[in-house]
């Protein structure tokens, strides 16, 4: 860190009409909120100098986020209150930050230490029961690994890895809510719906995804022990 | 009436396109009020991407949405996979803000923002499913207004508008409101609205207008209904620091085209270059005052969270203060990461050193220059006032300061353009690339290039070229050769217009009413989004010319005798015909005229027939 840099991070959502955003929309967003809100954000000195700032993993077109967080570096102290409260001022409705603190230089990046996301899918449809949905995802979770096809090309997910905790089905108004925990790794990682609807189809069921959430991003302290990124 | 909000509908079709982000709304900055008693959507018609950035909806926005009792909204046009799954699914077409259908707005304003996005125009119109034509529209349909630069020879287009609002729209947007709700209070019918629209300064209402044609279609007079002026004349501001800069502009979320926020530091040039509309259309020149430039840049930075801001006008590097403006701004934005950018440089000392003021320790991407021709007398022909020596110099500073690239425009098929003219510009470009390479250190001359953009001249309705021919396909090919022939070979990007994009900008530019009737049929062949390349079909518009018995080519590629009644006369941008006929004999004998804003009056007419100033620096100059 520079001297008379600190590091502050700062969590947000992503929600309602914003989950329609792809990840380099909500950065130029967030850049944006954090020049509106006047925070007194560093500049990188390379050949192009631009204000100093990192993201979270990048989350897709459509789907919202409720714990999003970015690390920016600001060049005078001011409380983390005071700040939040600014940006929150300067952000559209749905990608609020709604928690702000400094962090250590010495904390690795968001992205090498986030490796958990938890999500919720929202299946629509009061034809299939919790219970049927609960069945088509243990099968497909039990059978051990899963292959998705991404722009022509086929990758394969080892399920017991990629999916740390047991996946579970509740119900909510509309329908159900499946509830899965994702662990994301170097290679890519494992789309949420995709397993959702997998194991909907191998089922015959006619029940659809309309909405996903990562409920959560997540460092893994311990195998096992997880903890918010502040 | 109970307000419609398509919504949920709309959400439903945005897992399946490209880009959600153009239809979500909720940008910072957007306006909403969905209570108010008169609503307005303002359309641009091509994608969110493109129109987004329009200054001219960013200012009549702002301007409406501060009106009592009055909404203004956006829309922008669908790309085609979003446009297919709404009609699939029966969605209107549908403002952002608050999602209601565009039909059941009081007032619907279109841009008419260049000749290839007229198929649009009928495509958002049918979107919002009414009537293309105005004379098939009830009491129960919108207000159509259409408004922008190709408003001055509107009527390709006239038959798909109530009303066209002429020339600039700060101060006519308001007395259009006032007279629309007027109407509406008094009950008035569609006929008696649009003639009372008809009475407010400025405004076109083509269903007043009949165009008298003989025999073989040729266009003879203009019949005018009783009551509606004769010529319309243009709307012009007086004082451009008196209108409110939109500094809280809409800050979108995906990337759009101008991604910065925009200033307008002057309005109009006075340069006088006889193929440039924009030069004629919109005199006199007024700038904005440094004062009020450096107080609307900090105010629009701080609103909107830009890194760049880009001081606008048709003519930046003649702003009389832009020296003070540029080094008051660098020195407040020093430290913050964030850059100033001027869109087009004047050729000559001081156009290098303003974009090396603004560049100042960043990255030098590129510099643009405009020689427009090859030859001296080519630019005398066009009053491009500007020399070799001027040209050269400049490349010589920009190289010898840094710069590595730049990217000069050049126009074919100019008014008494020969082949020594076109090999002019081979030779030019040769000796700008020997120059830039000589004041480029040996190690770094890799890196350097020189861009060469032609395009082929269109002449514009307005200009002193409006009665010249365009020359046709086979001569522009031929010229295109003789082009590639005195090329340097090495170092030097060629590109081309396309020849067949430039032939329909022609029959749009300059083509009567009855051309509207094939711009119906080619939408209705499939003809939309033609400005973008892929989707161009030259033959779907011969098949729609041959099938309505248009002569395209007469339009187009025809010299036109000076006492010929034009299509377009009863619109006057404020320049006289006596003015454009005598810059065209000037042209034609290779004589230069000066810049009235720094020289004489050069009598064009617009300042005493539009009751306005040139305005520089604050003082006017009457």
């Known amino acids: 860190m520079a001297e008379g840099e600190f590091r502050l991070r700062v969590a947000y959502r992503k929600g309602g009409r914003l989950r329609w955003l792809s990840h380099l929309e909500v950065i130029h967003t967030l850049e944006r909120s954090i020049r509106r809100a006047g925070l007194s954000y560093a500049i990188t000195h390379g050949f192009s100098p631009h204000m100093k700032a990192a993201f979270g993993p990048a989350l897709p077109v459509g789907t919202a986020g409720e714990n999003e967080y970015l690390d920016v570096w600001v060049t005078r102290y001011t409380s983390a209150q005071e700040?939040?409260?600014?940006?929150?001022?300067?952000?559209?409705?749905?990608?609020?930050?709604?928690?702000?603190?400094?962090?250590?230089?010495?904390?690795?990046?968001?992205?090498?230490?986030?490796?958990?996301?938890?999500?919720?899918?929202?299946?629509?449809?009061?034809?299939?029961?919790?219970?049927?949905?609960?069945?088509?995802?243990?099968?497909?979770?039990?059978?051990?690994?899963?292959?998705?096809?991404?722009?022509?090309?086929?990758?394969?997910?080892?399920?017991?890895?990629?999916?740390?905790?047991?996946?579970?089905?509740?119900?909510?108004?509309?329908?159900?809510?499946?509830?899965?925990?994702?662990?994301?790794?170097?290679?890519?990682?494992?789309?949420?719906?995709?397993?959702?609807?997998?194991?909907?189809?191998?089922?015959?069921?006619?029940?659809?995804?309309?909405?996903?959430?990562?409920?959560?991003?997540?460092?893994?302290?311990?195998?096992?022990?997880?903890?918010?990124?502040? | 009436m109970t307000r419609r909000d398509l919504w949920p509908a709309v959400e439903q079709l945005l897992a399946s396109v490209e880009r959600p982000a153009r239809y979500i709304d909720r940008e910072w900055a957007a306006c909403h009020d969905e209570d108010a008693a008169y609503r307005a959507v303002l359309i641009y018609p091509d994608t969110y991407e493109i129109g987004q950035a329009n200054q001219a909806i960013a200012i009549l926005y702002g301007i409406l949405n501060a009106l009592p009792d009055t909404a203004a909204e956006r829309c922008y046009l669908p790309w085609l996979d979003m446009s297919g799954r709404m009609r699939e699914t029966g969605v209107p077409l549908f403002s952002l803000e608050s999602c209601t259908p565009v039909a059941d707005f009081d007032l619907v304003g279109i841009t008419i923002p260049y000749e290839l996005t007229y198929s649009n125009i009928l495509e958002t119109l049918d979107l919002a499913g009414i009537?293309?034509?105005?004379?098939?529209?009830?009491?129960?349909?919108?207000?159509?207004?259409?408004?922008?630069?190709?408003?001055?020879?509107?009527?390709?287009?006239?038959?798909?508008?109530?009303?066209?609002?002429?020339?600039?729209?700060?101060?006519?947007?308001?007395?259009?409101?006032?007279?629309?709700?007027?109407?509406?209070?008094?009950?008035?019918?569609?006929?008696?609205?649009?003639?009372?629209?008809?009475?407010?300064?400025?405004?076109?209402?083509?269903?007043?207008?009949?165009?008298?044609?003989?025999?073989?279609?040729?266009?003879?007079?203009?019949?005018?209904?009783?009551?509606?002026?004769?010529?319309?004349?243009?709307?012009?501001?007086?004082?451009?620091?008196?209108?409110?800069?939109?500094?809280?502009?809409?800050?979108?979320?995906?990337?759009?085209?101008?991604?910065?926020?925009?200033?307008?530091?002057?309005?109009?040039?006075?340069?006088?270059?006889?193929?440039?509309?924009?030069?004629?259309?919109?005199?006199?020149?007024?700038?904005?005052?440094?004062?009020?430039?450096?107080?609307?840049?900090?105010?629009?930075?701080?609103?909107?969270?830009?890194?760049?801001?880009?001081?606008?006008?048709?003519?930046?590097?003649?702003?009389?203060?832009?020296?003070?403006?540029?080094?008051?701004?660098?020195?407040?934005?020093?430290?913050?990461?964030?850059?100033?950018?001027?869109?087009?440089?004047?050729?000559?000392?001081?156009?290098?050193?303003?974009?090396?003021?603004?560049?100042?320790?960043?990255?030098?991407?590129?510099?643009?220059?405009?020689?427009?021709?090859?030859?001296?007398?080519?630019?005398?022909?066009?009053?491009?006032?500007?020399?070799?020596?001027?040209?050269?110099?400049?490349?010589?500073?920009?190289?010898?300061?840094?710069?590595?690239?730049?990217k000069l425009y050049f126009m074919i098929g100019l008014p008494t353009e020969t082949d020594e003219d076109i090999r002019g510009i081979g030779d030019l470009v040769g000796k700008v690339f020997r120059v830039a390479r000589e004041a480029t250190p040996p190690q770094q001359r890799g890196g350097l290039r020189v861009a060469v953009s032609v395009s082929t001249f269109v002449p514009k309705v307005q200009t002193p070229f409006q009665w010249d021919e365009q020359i046709g396909f086979d001569e522009i090919r031929r010229r295109q050769s003789v082009l590639r022939d005195s090329m340097p070979r090495k170092g030097v990007e060629l590109h081309w217009h396309d020849p067949e994009v430039s032939f329909l900008e022609g029959v749009m530019a300059r083509g009567g009413r009855e051309v509207a009737d094939a711009v119906e049929l080619a939408w209705r062949n499939g003809a939309v989004f033609d400005a973008w390349t892929e989707r161009y079909s030259l033959s779907r518009w011969r098949d729609a010319f041959a099938e309505t018995g248009i002569d395209a080519t007469a339009i187009a590629n025809r010299e036109r005798a000076l006492d010929e009644p034009l299509p377009w006369s009863h619109i006057s941008a404020g320049v006289s015909a006596r003015y454009l006929m005598r810059e065209r004999e000037r042209a034609l004998s290779g004589t230069t005229t000066p810049d009235c804003s720094f020289d004489g009056c050069t009598a064009c007419d617009a300042c005493g027939d539009l009751g306005v100033d040139i305005v520089l620096g604050g003082a006017s100059r009457g």
């Not at chain 2, 109530?162 to 009950?187: M, N, P, T, W, Y």
């Not at chain 2, 919109?282 to 609307?296: H, N, Q, S």
Request: charged share 25%; glycine share 8%; proline share 5%.
């Open chain 2, 131 to 406: 009537p293309l034509r105005a004379e098939h529209r009830t009491d129960e349909h919108p207000l159509v207004i259409g408004g922008g630069p190709s408003a001055f020879n509107p009527e390709p287009v006239a038959p798909f508008f109530d009303a066209v609002l002429i020339g600039e729209g700060e101060e006519a947007v308001g007395d259009i409101v006032a007279a629309h709700r007027s109407a509406k209070a008094e009950g008035l019918s569609r006929a008696q609205t649009l003639a009372r629209l008809a009475s407010v300064p400025g405004v076109y209402v083509p269903a007043l207008y009949e165009p008298v044609l003989d025999a073989d279609g040729r266009f003879l007079a203009m019949q005018v209904v009783e009551g509606a002026p004769a010529v319309v004349t243009k709307r012009v501001v007086r004082d451009l620091d008196a209108v409110r800069a939109p500094v809280d502009a809409i800050v979108p979320f995906m990337d759009v085209v101008h991604d910065r926020f925009g200033l307008e530091v002057l309005r109009g040039c006075t340069r006088g270059c006889r193929f440039c509309q924009a030069g004629m259309v919109y005199r006199p020149v007024r700038e904005r005052t440094a004062d009020t430039i450096v107080r609307d840049v900090m105010a629009g930075l701080a609103c909107t969270g830009y890194d760049e801001v880009s001081l606008t006008s048709l003519s930046t590097t003649d702003h009389s203060q832009l020296e003070e403006v540029l080094r008051r701004l660098g020195r407040r934005m020093q430290g913050t990461g964030v850059s100033i950018s001027l869109p087009s440089l004047r050729v000559d000392a001081f156009g290098v050193e303003m974009a090396r003021l603004v560049s100042a320790g960043g990255k030098k991407s590129g510099l643009t220059f405009a020689p427009e021709a090859g030859t001296q007398r080519m630019r005398d022909v066009i009053n491009k006032n500007v020399t070799e020596e001027d040209l050269l110099g400049s490349v010589q500073r920009a190289f010898e300061a840094g710069w590595r690239r730049v």
């Open chain 1, 83 to 230: 700040t939040l409260a600014a940006l929150k001022a300067s952000t559209p409705a749905d990608m609020a930050p709604f928690a702000a603190c400094y962090v250590a230089e010495k904390e690795p990046s968001l992205t090498a230490a986030i490796t958990i996301a938890a999500y919720r899918c929202d299946v629509a449809g009061k034809e299939s029961t919790t219970r049927e949905v609960q069945a088509a995802l243990d099968s497909v979770v039990s059978a051990g690994s899963l292959s998705v096809e991404h722009k022509g090309k086929t990758k394969v997910f080892d399920l017991a890895r990629s999916l740390p905790k047991e996946v579970r089905v509740t119900d909510r108004e509309d329908g159900c809510s499946v509830e899965l925990t994702v662990r994301m790794g170097p290679q890519g990682s494992l789309r949420p719906e995709l397993l959702v609807r997998e194991a909907l189809r191998a089922a015959s069921l006619s029940a659809a995804v309309t909405h996903t959430t990562r409920t959560d991003t997540l460092i893994e302290l311990d195998e096992g022990v997880w903890a918010r990124p502040m």
